[in-house]
Structure formats: structure tokens, C-alpha cells
């Protein structure tokens, strides 16, 4: 029995997100059938976390075991042949048993993309088309309020009905930043992992910080108060990107 | 009653190309299915030329013919509202009566996308995906030979049996480039005018050069034949953009 490690890519607008759901759609869904093909028999596999629905993945990374003697170009090839042209799988390679896709992930980036102005057909699948102007220094003086590790209940859908409740909401968001090219700015977070909705509702904020409505005082007093609050918006998840996972 | 010109966007792998269909599907159809509930009453739009199923344009130009007193930006607006997110309506403005999308048109510039190796889902849907080399220098020669003023019959899916039989299939193709940066190569073409299918059929040919399976010679013996033939492959839509509609 060998664990195998993938990176993959997918387009998340044509699914109901990463993980398995009862009537399929998901991307697990369609890379569990290709394995199950290809293996001879139902795989379960592991991501390094969930996407939500339309959600975007550069980089996702996933493992899974398998008795599987031929190499992983074949086992690529496998996996690849007839899969939805929506998901790409980047790479396969055989990891340590010891490797686990989310248990030994050291950080994760997400990327966050709008758009100022109307965009076209090609960029609004994978956009936040933002028509009112955007003060970006506003953005980044939130962002450094951000930055750091902190509890980030406020700023996560996590509440006391989900599962989630009370687990450990402190994450060390390493790096948070504004990156602008013309119309193209991009909210770029990097942490040692992410709560349910996290990198949406930082970019959520952190659009509204540059709109005038949330300052740098109110982002670090929501921050402070570890209640969620309507003055935080989750960003729609077609703008999300999953990077990069990190393993050290 | 004012002639409108509109410049739009869209996103072909959503529509059953430009052109009108009975069971609608088409660009044209979603379009004039909005001017309908704008103008109150059924109104045809003139486009510079079909697009195929599957081709995309970034700057397709059509018109139409209006009783409209409330100015460009409430047209565009209304045109606008609730249009499918594929297309984009990038400007409206009044035309001369004289103005006509297609007739008046002096140039054509389309854009054909190639990937070299796979690429990711968000590229897939917009070029074609060319796993074995390309030989770019031949593929430059290639595009020597088929420059000019031509007879480009032997690079349209014109045959005998479709309405275009004994049309004029001359076309200057005034610039034919391949332009490469990293593993996206495009194929620039530029002319008065195209035949049917012949932005695709040039593409496919350059490709067939680029691959070796054709010489310079042979482009050119092609071309002079006025013959089509089966050694011309017409490139797959996805990878098409009709960039832009020149007028004087």
C-alpha cells in the first residue's frame, strides 16, 4: 500500500465544491470515480481542506492509498483519462505514510481577486466586479490590522449551532496583501490555515475598508470583539483562489 | 430613428455561435431578446460577421436601428440589464445612417490561442491544447507564404454545394504573426475580410508547420491549388477571438 500525494487545479464554478456530497457534483466526487476506475475499487480521498461551491483551486493538494505498482506517471495518466475537464491534475507522486494532505500542511495562500469596473465574459467567473471606486491604501492599513496571529472568530461563519464551536479560532495570518495591476487587485492571505469562510470574509472586509465603510479602528475592534457581524461580508466565492498548500 | 453601434463581448462556449437560431441558444438571440424589452418592440441587430459555436469575441461590432431618445448610457444600461454574463456590452454610441456593422468594416483582426502542454481549467476553454512541439520558426515561414493579397479559397470551408460558390475568395491578409511568450502562442491574423472558416483553417495550417507535417512549399502549393483539401485541418472553436472590427 503506497500513499500518494496530488496537486491538483479546478474550476470551481462547475461544481458544488470540494467535498463529496450525496447526489455527486463535488470535485471529490469526480476524482473519486476516476479512481475508483482506475483502481478497481472505491478510494476514498483526502484534501488538504474543503472549498466552498464555486470556489477556484490553483493548487490543491490531496492524498490518498492505494496498491498501485506502476508508477505514477500511469497512475496520472489514469486518473486523467475522461476526468472533467475542469479539474487538472498538476502532479502525482508516492509521499511517506506518514504524509497526511491536511494534518501536515504548514500554511495555505488563498488569493482573492477583484475587479474594478465592469470586467469581461473571460474574467467574471473568476472575479468580484467592484464598481465603486476603491480607496486601496484604506485596504492595506486594514490589512495590517489583520496581519498577525489573532482569534479570528469574527471573521470566520462559525457559530454556536455549527460543529465548529468552540474549537481553536487563532490563526497566524502571515502575510495579508493588496496587490493592484490596473483594474486587477488581488487580496493575497497567507496563514497556517483558514476557518470556514475566513479568506472571504478578510477579502469581504477588507472591500469594505476600501469602499469607507469599515475603518482600520472598526476592523480591529470587530477583530478584538470575536463576534461575528453583518458589518463583515463574506466575499462571493467565485473571486477565491486556493494557491498553494505548504508542507514543510 | 437612429442607427446605434455597439461594440460587445462574449464568451462563446455558452452560445450556439452569433448568428440567430430557431431554438435560440445564439448571442444575436440573447441580444435583441433584451432590445425587445427595451424598445418595446422586436428589433434585429446587424452583426460584421458570424462567429462560429464555440468562437469568442473581444470587440464584435453590431448595429441596429432605434427610435431611442434617452441617450447612449440608458440604452447601454438597458441592454445591459439582466444580459446573459457571458456578453458584455462595452460602449453604445449613435452612428451616421450610413454606418453599417458589416459593409463599412475595413479590417478584421482575429486572435487564435494555442497552449503548449496542458494547461489549467481556467485556460482550457480559450485555446487549443498542443502536447507534442511546435517548431515556431516554421510555423513564422508558414505565415510568410500565406501573407497577402489571395485567392484563400483552399482555406475556407466554402465548397460546392454551400451559398458561397463563386463568391470572391480573394482576401488581403494584411498580417499574419505568431507570437509566443512562454507556452501561449498566439496566432494573429489580420485582414479585410475573412471566408468561412478560414481564421481556423489558417490556424490549423500553421500548426500542421509548426508540427512538421507541413513544408513552406507546400502551404504554398495549397494555396495556389484554390483547392481544400484534407491536409488543411480547421482548429478546434475555443481557441478563437474576433479581436476587433476595423472601420475608417
Given at each position: 500500500m503506497t500513499r500518494w500525494k496530488c496537486i491538483c487545479a479546478y474550476d470551481g464554478k462547475g461544481f458544488?465544491?470540494?467535498?463529496?456530497?450525496?447526489?455527486?457534483?463535488?470535485?471529490?466526487?469526480?476524482?473519486?470515480?476516476?479512481?475508483?476506475?482506475?483502481?478497481g475499487k472505491a478510494t476514498r480521498v483526502h484534501a488538504s481542506g474543503r472549498t466552498d461551491a464555486g470556489?477556484?483551486?490553483?493548487?490543491?493538494?490531496?492524498?490518498f492509498d492505494a496498491d498501485w505498482?506502476?508508477?505514477?506517471?500511469?497512475l496520472a495518466a489514469g486518473i486523467r483519462h475522461r476526468l472533467d475537464r475542469g479539474i487538472q491534475i498538476i502532479s502525482v507522486r508516492a509521499a511517506s505514510p506518514k504524509f497526511h494532505s491536511r494534518f501536515s500542511a504548514t500554511g495555505k495562500v488563498?488569493?482573492?481577486?477583484?475587479?474594478?469596473?465592469?470586467?469581461?465574459?473571460?474574467?467574471?467567473?473568476?472575479?468580484?466586479?467592484?464598481?465603486?471606486?476603491?480607496?486601496?491604501?484604506?485596504m492595506r492599513q486594514a490589512a495590517r490590522v489583520l496581519t498577525g496571529k489573532h482569534d479570528?472568530?469574527?471573521?470566520?461563519?462559525?457559530?454556536?449551532?455549527?460543529?465548529?464551536?468552540?474549537?481553536?479560532?487563532?490563526?497566524d495570518l502571515r502575510r495579508l496583501e493588496v496587490v493592484a495591476k490596473g483594474k486587477n487587485?488581488?487580496?493575497v492571505a497567507e496563514a497556517d490555515g483558514f476557518l470556514y469562510k475566513?479568506?472571504?470574509?478578510?477579502?469581504?472586509?477588507?472591500?469594505?475598508?476600501?469602499?469607507?465603510?469599515?475603518?482600520?479602528?472598526?476592523?480591529?475592534?470587530?477583530?478584538?470583539?470575536?463576534?461575528?457581524?453583518?458589518?463583515?461580508?463574506t466575499a462571493p466565492p467565485q473571486g477565491l483562489f486556493l494557491r498553494r498548500v505548504k508542507y514543510r
Open positions: 458544488s465544491g470540494w467535498q463529496s456530497q450525496a447526489k455527486g457534483g463535488s470535485v471529490q466526487d469526480a476524482i473519486e470515480a476516476r479512481l475508483a476506475d482506475v483502481l470556489v477556484h483551486a490553483a493548487g490543491q493538494v490531496f492524498h505498482t506502476h508508477g505514477p506517471d500511469k488563498y488569493e482573492y481577486q477583484l475587479h474594478l469596473g465592469d470586467a469581461d465574459p473571460f474574467k467574471r467567473p473568476y472575479c468580484w466586479v467592484i464598481l465603486k471606486p476603491l480607496d486601496l491604501e484604506a479570528f472568530k469574527a471573521f470566520s461563519a462559525l457559530n454556536g449551532s455549527e460543529p465548529g464551536e468552540g474549537a481553536d479560532t487563532v490563526r487587485v488581488s487580496v475566513m479568506a472571504r470574509s478578510i477579502a469581504g472586509a477588507l472591500v469594505s475598508a476600501g469602499e469607507g465603510k469599515l475603518s482600520p479602528a472598526e476592523v480591529r475592534s470587530i477583530l478584538e470583539s470575536k463576534v461575528r457581524t453583518p458589518r463583515v461580508q
